[in-house]
């Protein structure tokens, strides 16, 4: 079947600019995560939902990121007033409920100049 | 909090050299410890989860094993083809996320 994805695989925007970053979850998976992974560094967690709500959001940086997960499958990650730091590649993962094992998409390489 | 050392950060292998990677880590009540293979410019691959101390699991040339304080991924004869960085990440009880290390990037050479 179908894994994860993630759209756009490459995004390059401007310091100051707003970005979304999409995730599209395993099939029937209720739990999505985001991470973050900078170069040479292992992925760094941002946050976790259980369906539709944010069961742990503890792993955000600062208030200029925002997810939300309307309808308990497609994830959409929000960066504000972007920052060259922000430069990292964005992974999403998903797992069947909420121990289970998380399965990883190719992630979102986001570039801010 | 939890941590999640790794090494070697590198490593270069003969093809047919086995080795060993380490994962040595602190968690408050492990759940699970996961290893990933990521390749260069994708995301992570699953490999294993490892739940308690003296288990092991084998997936072709790797072989995982879990002590209560480190796991080791063992590449048994290697080839090029296991060429990646290789994650280690645990899971505590009471919360879902999981903690990586920095990886173990090994190139296998012809």
């Known amino acids: 079947g179908a894994g994860v994805s993630q759209t756009p695989s490459n995004k390059v925007t401007e310091k100051g600019k707003y970005v979304e970053l999409r995730c599209d979850p395993i099939?029937?998976?209720?739990?999505l995560y985001w991470y973050r992974q900078s170069l040479g560094q292992g992925p760094e967690f941002l946050i976790y939902?259980?369906?539709?709500?944010?069961?742990?959001d503890s792993g955000l940086p600062n208030d200029r990121f925002f997810a939300v997960r309307p309808e308990g499958s497609v994830s959409t990650l929000k960066i504000q007033r972007t920052e060259r730091g922000d430069s990292a590649v964005y992974l999403c993962?998903?797992?069947?409920?909420?121990?289970?094992?998380?399965?990883f998409g190719p992630g979102t390489r986001l570039l801010v100049l | 909090e939890d941590q999640v050392t790794q090494s070697p950060e590198a490593l270069r292998l003969q093809e047919g050299e086995s080795s060993s990677l380490n994962c040595s880590y602190t968690?408050?009540?492990?759940?699970?410890l996961f290893w990933y293979r990521q390749d260069p410019g994708k995301g992570p691959e699953f490999l294993f989860t490892l739940y308690s101390a003296g288990e092991e699991k084998e997936k072709e040339r790797l072989k995982a094993t879990l002590t209560k304080k480190e796991s080791f991924l063992h590449i048994t004869a290697p080839k090029p083809e296991d060429s990646a960085t290789y994650l280690c990440a645990v899971q505590a009880y009471g919360n879902n996320r999981l903690a990586f290390g920095k990886g173990n990037q090994v190139v296998v050479i012809p």
């Open positions: 968690v408050s009540g492990l759940r699970g």
């Open positions: 993962a998903s797992s069947a409920t909420g121990w289970e094992t998380q399965y």
């Open positions: 099939s029937g998976h209720t739990a």
């Open positions: 939902f259980q369906g539709t709500g944010a069961a742990d």
